[in-house]
């Protein structure tokens, strides 16, 4: 699903981003990636949905080889992409409905599935009901769950997540990410979460990779100190 094999990553200035990066994360996981600000964290995301190419080493993503991808692919192996970023991006002048079918339409999808989908992925979201009202007239956390639903919408393998909890009220932001670890085990989506909040990450547990000066320090699973709420999920 992922693969960075030997990722090195300089901008045009110098400055070395990303250094010997090996990664990999199959097909259905959920996974953390924490580091302070300065880390390398936008770098690798940059990396990821190929904003920017490596200076050195290769990446893999949904079976597309980044280095070697043709300019005119690029738009369908994003499409293979669902992203949640920290501010939204919703269109504040359309209603919860059109904000979730804007990417299906331009894509032509046809109208049959956007009128099954869409009420689908709202429900999934916790969003029923709410379909005709703008995204502006919502509290933060209800606009980060259109914008869930948005990136479920054409039901990607992978769903990468920017700091989704980073403009949340904090007891917010514990709904944002078990929704997001909910579509995981649910959809069997591949979520990818990046944060600075290691309180949130501690809380949940699970997969844990750490970036620190453009390295990965650590990679493994550690447990959540909220066990009650992965008891429950293991159970059925
Ligand atoms: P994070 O997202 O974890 O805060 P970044 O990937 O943005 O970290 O930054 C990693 C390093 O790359 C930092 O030293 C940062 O100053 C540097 N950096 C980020 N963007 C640029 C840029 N456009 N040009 C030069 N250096 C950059």
Redesign the pocket.
């Known amino acids: 699903m992922i693969d960075l094999i030997d990722v090195s990553f300089e901008?045009?200035?110098g400055?070395r981003?990303l250094s010997h990066v090996d990664l990999k994360i199959n097909s259905g996981e959920f996974a953390f990636v924490v580091?302070?600000?300065?880390?390398?964290?936008?770098?690798?995301?940059?990396l990821l949905t190929r904003e920017t190419v490596t200076t050195s080493g290769k990446v893999f993503v949904n079976g597309f080889d980044l280095n070697r991808i043709k300019k005119k692919h690029i738009p369908k192996f994003r499409r293979s992409l669902g992203m949640i970023f920290q501010d939204f991006r919703l269109i504040p002048t359309m209603n919860v409905f059109d904000n979730v079918a804007f990417g299906l339409r331009v894509t032509d999808h046809s109208a049959k599935y956007i009128r099954n989908r869409v009420p689908y992925v709202l429900d999934l979201v916790d969003l029923k009901g709410k379909e005709k009202m703008r995204t502006n007239q919502l509290s933060g956390g209800e606009q980060q769950r259109v914008a869930i639903a948005r990136a479920l919408a054409n039901d990607p393998p992978l769903i990468i997540a920017d700091e989704p909890t980073g403009n949340i009220d904090p007891g917010l932001s514990l709904q944002i990410v078990e929704l997001l670890i909910e579509i995981n085990y649910r959809c069997g989506t591949t979520i990818l979460m990046v944060t600075?909040e290691h309180d949130l990450v501690r809380y949940f547990g699970g997969r844990t990779i750490s970036?620190e000066n453009?390295e990965v320090t650590f990679d493994d699973y550690i447990k959540g100190t909220n066990e009650a709420w992965w008891q429950n999920h293991r159970k059925d």
């Open positions: 901008y045009e200035n400055t981003a580091g302070a600000s300065g880390a390398g964290k936008s770098s690798l995301l940059k600075h970036i453009g």
